[in-house]
């Protein structure tokens, strides 16, 4: 099964290559234009002529393990065609590792030197991707790019991008064959004049690699993406659309399957007013469904979204998720056909957005330092810096959580604040006691524990055995409240007092 994970993976990257690249953080492009390494770069004056153009050769070793991009323009002037010579841009496998953008960055030198040209510009481009040599070994020669791109007068871009079917049978010794089949690529860019702004449709219009002995499949339905970049490449809005995914084996010692229903990810970035960037995701996923060899999982309706508030000088943060319906392996069921649903949400409020920038600002500077040794610590430093400035906003965390069964339900929440007026002093800890406002609350219906308990039984005689005799001692000492159906606990911290269930209990009691 590993074998055919290893061969998908690497088909699916080979053949969605666009795709994969815009889902990732970019860092700037002119660090990585300079360090991929050139065998032909041509360089245009702002008002040259095609015919005036010159070309500065950078001598460079190609290694073997590395990618090359091949381009080749032919410009449409005035009906007549003029062809450029062809540029080779080597790509290293740690450039590929480290920078998933590396081939929207060179789309776009690409696009910027066709730019310094005389308008308006009508280019074809032919894009040949010649693989590492032990990669070719695979998987042969791929198919050419085809890429027709317009600017106008004003600067402003457009651009085609077409990649053709491709098929390929690879062969391996003693092992079975793998015939990989992809049914191409297209794209469309639009780019403003100085670059400030570009954006990138691409259809993946599907890809599959089958074992010809029948054994392992798996497949990637036409899948799309959407982005809107700034100049740096780092994105303000992205979208992927996966429609179906499915793998499957069917081998003597590894046999499952797995299918992925309507995957739809989403991103949007924004600013606020003193310039923290706020991501906002919205996850979904309309079906799962897992089978190996011993159990079956489903689940149906999973969305994990976040959203942001800015109210003045703070900032409200909220994660949700859900799940329409989990339909568990029987072995967690004691081999019942169950299914659950869940709802749950964190909500994180009063967050000084100073506080957060000056810790948003570290870290950036941070990670375009490569190798920073003490990375963890100066961002702690940087926590404790602005730890004051946090609290002096009263932040407040929330937590809320729904769980649905068809053996009975269960609710908790809980909810911890602190009153920045009430902070003397942050050296120690007991200080804070006074400011701290605390409240949670349990309720568990008696059907759902006892499944619970039984499953562990199974696993644990003895821990399970424990559990039930803790149950009975909480509800003795009234710190859990027993109903006809459920328990229930509720409990608060304020002014220095801890209170369950309408009972005050001596904090002595923790320590």
């Given at each position: 099964?590993?074998?055919?994970?290893?061969?998908?993976?690497?088909?699916?990257?080979?053949?969605?290559?666009?795709?994969?690249?815009?889902?990732?953080?970019?860092?700037?492009?002119?660090?990585?234009?300079?360090?991929?390494?050139?065998?032909?770069?041509?360089?245009?004056?702002?008002?040259?002529?095609?015919?005036?153009?010159?070309?500065?050769?950078?001598?460079?070793?190609?290694?073997?393990?590395?990618?090359?991009?091949?381009?080749?323009?032919?410009?449409?002037?005035?009906?007549?065609?003029?062809?450029?010579?062809?540029?080779?841009?080597?790509?290293?496998?740690?450039?590929?590792?480290?920078?998933?953008?590396?081939?929207?960055?060179?789309?776009?030198?690409?696009?910027?030197?066709?730019?310094?040209?005389?308008?308006?510009?009508?280019?074809?481009?032919?894009?040949?991707?010649?693989?590492?040599?032990?990669?070719?070994?695979?998987?042969?020669?791929?198919?050419?790019?085809?890429?027709?791109?317009?600017?106008?007068?004003?600067?402003?871009?457009?651009?085609?991008?077409?990649?053709?079917?491709?098929?390929?049978?690879?062969?391996?010794?003693?092992?079975?064959?793998?015939?990989?089949?992809?049914?191409?690529?297209?794209?469309h860019f639009t780019f403003s004049d100085k670059f400030e702004s570009l954006t990138a449709q691409l259809s993946l219009l599907g890809v599959t690699a089958t074992e010809t002995s029948g054994k392992g499949a798996a497949s990637l339905g036409e899948t799309t993406f959407s982005g809107t970049f700034d100049a740096d490449l780092m994105p303000t809005q992205m979208s992927l659309k996966v429609p179906t995914f499915k793998f499957s084996i069917h081998k003597r010692h590894d046999d499952g399957?797995?299918?992925?229903?309507?995957?739809?990810?989403?991103?949007?970035?924004?600013?606020?007013?003193?310039?923290?960037?706020?991501?906002?995701?919205?996850?979904?996923?309309?079906?799962?469904?897992?089978?190996?060899?011993?159990?079956?999982?489903?689940?149906?309706?999973?969305?994990?979204?976040?959203?942001?508030?800015?109210?003045?000088?703070?900032?409200?943060?909220?994660?949700?998720?859900?799940?329409?319906?989990?339909?568990?392996?029987?072995?967690?069921?004691?081999?019942?056909?169950?299914?659950?649903?869940?709802?749950?949400?964190?909500?994180?409020?009063?967050?000084?957005?100073?506080?957060?920038?000056?810790?948003?600002?570290?870290?950036?500077?941070?990670?375009?330092?490569?190798?920073?040794?003490?990375?963890?610590?100066?961002?702690?430093?940087?926590?404790?810096?602005?730890?004051?400035?946090?609290?002096?906003?009263?932040?407040?965390?929330?937590?809320?959580?729904?769980?649905?069964?068809?053996?009975?339900?269960?609710?908790?929440?809980?909810?911890?604040?602190?009153?920045?007026?009430?902070?003397?002093?942050?050296?120690?800890?007991?200080?804070?006691?006074?400011?701290?406002?605390?409240?949670?609350?349990?309720?568990?219906?008696?059907?759902?524990?006892?499944?619970?308990?039984?499953?562990?039984?199974?696993?644990?005689?003895?821990?399970?055995?424990?559990?039930?005799?803790?149950?009975?001692?909480?509800?003795?000492?009234?710190?859990?409240?027993?109903?006809?159906?459920?328990?229930?606990?509720?409990?608060?911290?304020?002014?220095?007092?801890?209170?369950?269930?309408?009972?005050?209990?001596?904090?002595?009691?923790?320590?």
């Amino acid at each position: 099964m590993n074998r055919v994970r290893k061969r998908t993976a690497t088909s699916l990257l080979v053949s969605s290559m666009s795709l994969a690249l815009s889902l990732s953080a970019a860092t700037t492009a002119s660090s990585h234009q300079a360090e991929a390494m050139t065998t032909v770069s041509p360089v245009f004056s702002a008002n040259s002529r095609p015919d005036e153009a010159q070309f500065i050769k950078v001598k460079r070793t190609s290694e073997d393990n590395s990618l090359r991009v091949i381009f080749q323009h032919y410009l449409d002037r005035n009906g007549y065609g003029v062809t450029l010579p062809k540029e080779t841009v080597v790509i290293s496998p740690d450039k590929i590792d480290t920078n998933p953008l590396f081939f929207f960055e060179l789309l776009k030198q690409k696009w910027s030197q066709l730019a310094m040209l005389r308008k308006p510009v009508q280019a074809s481009t032919v894009i040949e991707l010649v693989l590492p040599r032990r990669a070719a070994k695979d998987f042969g020669k791929l198919p050419v790019l085809f890429m027709e791109t317009d600017i106008d007068n004003d600067g402003i871009g457009k651009s085609d991008l077409a990649w053709f079917p491709y098929q390929r049978e690879i062969t391996e010794v003693r092992r079975d064959n793998t015939l990989v089949d992809s049914k191409g690529l297209k794209a469309h860019f639009t780019f403003s004049d100085k670059f400030e702004s570009l954006t990138a449709q691409l259809s993946l219009l599907g890809v599959t690699a089958t074992e010809t002995s029948g054994k392992g499949a798996a497949s990637l339905g036409e899948t799309t993406f959407s982005g809107t970049f700034d100049a740096d490449l780092m994105p303000t809005q992205m979208s992927l659309k996966v429609p179906t995914f499915k793998f499957s084996i069917h081998k003597r010692h590894d046999d499952g399957e797995l299918n992925l229903q309507d995957l739809a990810f989403n991103v949007d970035v924004a600013k606020t007013s003193n310039g923290l960037k706020l991501v906002e995701v919205d996850a979904q996923v309309k079906h799962v469904y897992f089978r190996d060899k011993d159990s079956k999982f489903r689940l149906e309706n999973l969305v994990v979204k976040n959203d942001f508030d800015e109210q003045g000088d703070v900032i409200n943060l909220t994660v949700q998720a859900k799940i329409g319906k989990l339909r568990p392996p029987k072995a967690l069921t004691s081999g019942n056909d169950e299914f659950a649903s869940y709802v749950g949400q964190i909500a994180l409020r009063r967050l000084d957005a100073e506080a957060l920038l000056a810790l948003q600002t570290t870290a950036h500077k941070l990670s375009k330092q490569k190798y920073h040794p003490r990375l963890e610590e100066k961002m702690n430093e940087k926590f404790i810096e602005v730890v004051p400035q946090l609290l002096a906003k009263s932040p407040e965390i929330v937590l809320t959580d729904t769980l649905e069964t068809s053996k009975g339900n269960a609710q908790g929440s809980l909810s911890v604040s602190i009153d920045g007026a009430k902070v003397t002093s942050l050296e120690n800890p007991f200080a804070l006691i006074p400011a701290l406002h605390a409240r949670a609350s349990i309720s568990i219906d008696k059907t759902l524990l006892e499944q619970a308990l039984a499953m562990l039984e199974k696993e644990s005689p003895s821990e399970a055995r424990d559990i039930r005799g803790q149950i009975k001692m909480f509800v003795a000492m009234k710190l859990l409240v027993e109903t006809d159906n459920s328990y229930k606990s509720a409990a608060e911290f304020k002014k220095g007092q801890l209170i369950v269930n309408g009972q005050v209990i001596p904090l002595e009691a923790f320590f």
